[in-house]
């Protein structure tokens, strides 16, 4: 059962642009969120994390917006540069449950120069 | 420094095989993690070591092994593959064994089994 999803398998973009990354979840339990960047043939990297206890949290162009009562986080980046594309993953974790973390199947974003 | 390194960057083994990958990290992390990702899929966990003890195994088949030498290093032997478990192997690793804490990832092995 997928907990964390992202509706969106792709986005494309004009640079200079905003990109908008949605995410949804089930489990009201979860606690921290993050997003996570990936290039081909590469590991995912870390790009921004939220506590549930906020409501965004921003790092230079990237902000993280999380409406917990829809269970939704989105991922803005300002403006969008053409080293963004990549495929973006948010994950999600709740406290007991050890260090697992949830991802969602990804959204590939381009940003089309 | 966060890098996670992990080697071989690709491998490819028969059915008979025995192969291990490597993970390392000098972070000074006390948490590694062993993922498992298919193509346009999400990364799926396998293993879990806190301070060098296994913590969570999640249903993993037995021809995959972990091992954590140290708090450096962790390893994933391999016996006896399916080509089903052709995938991209990541290792991550995080500051300690909590949910609050993010995990870094090294490059991956892409695993074929032939």
């Known amino acids: 059962d997928q907990q964390v999803k992202q509706n969106s398998p792709s986005l494309s973009v004009q640079e200079g642009r905003i990109s908008i990354l949605n995410c949804d979840y089930t489990n009201s339990m979860f606690d921290y969120f993050l997003w996570y960047k990936k290039y081909p043939a590469e590991g995912p990297t870390f790009l921004i994390s939220?506590?549930?206890?906020?409501d965004k949290n921003e790092d230079g162009r990237f902000t993280v917006f999380l409406n917990k009562s829809a269970k939704h986080l989105s991922l803005h980046i300002v403006p969008s540069q053409p080293g963004d594309s990549a495929v973006y993953f948010c994950a999600a974790s709740q406290p007991n449950t050890g260090n697992q973390f949830y991802f969602g199947t990804g959204t590939s974003l381009t940003v089309i120069p | 420094d966060t890098e996670v390194t992990q080697t071989p960057k690709h491998l490819v083994m028969g059915m008979t095989n025995k192969k291990s990958l490597k993970c390392e990290q000098h972070?000074?992390?006390?948490?590694m993690y062993w993922y498992k990702q298919k193509a346009k899929k999400p990364p799926e966990l396998m293993f879990v070591y806190s301070y060098e003890k296994l913590s969570i195994n999640e249903s993993v088949p037995s021809r995959f092994s972990p091992e954590c030498p140290n708090s450096s290093l962790l390893n994933l032997h391999l016996h006896a593959l399916q080509p089903e478990d052709s995938a991209l192997y990541l290792c991550a690793s995080s500051q300690g064994p909590s949910y609050s804490y993010e995990q870094y990832f090294g490059p991956g092995t892409r695993l074929t089994v032939t």
């Open positions: 939220i506590s549930s206890i906020k």
């Open positions: 972070m000074g992390h006390r948490a």
